[in-house]
Nanobody, 120 residues
């Protein structure tokens, strides 16, 4: 069983930065893709960023150039560095572990989520 534990959320002013972390248990981390999703109140869940075991990344258009996903396999940890934050980035952010099939990412495991609020 894999467990994912997120941390690093909080309240930040517009234009500020936050770094989310997600620590994974288990030995399969190194061979799996990871991703961050977010869900704002009243909105559909959105895939924010993905990273493959080899480190290839992909981003939603709404965060490209502002967010960076990275992974540290020795620590079973994936990060989401968020810069130039906007109020519309306010959401619960979820870490996931999964695989790409046919060019599409499918999550197998979810973290509990961490709240990010961007407000002055």
């Amino acid at each position: 069983q894999v467990q994912l534990v997120e941390s690093g959320g909080g309240l930040v002013q517009p234009g500020g930065s936050l770094r989310l972390s997600c620590a994974a248990s288990g030995s399969i981390f190194r061979i799996k893709s990871m991703a961050w999703y977010r869900q704002a109140p009243g909105k559909q869940r959105e895939l924010v960023a993905t990273i493959t075991p080899s480190g290839s990344t992909n981003y939603a258009g709404s965060v490209k150039g502002r967010f960076t996903i990275s992974r540290e396999n020795a620590k079973n940890t994936v990060y989401l560095q968020m810069n130039s934050l906007k109020p519309e980035d306010t959401a619960v952010y979820y870490c996931t572990l999964g695989d790409y099939t046919g060019g599409t990412y499918y999550p197998d495991y979810w973290g509990q989520g961490t709240q990010v609020t961007v407000s002055s």
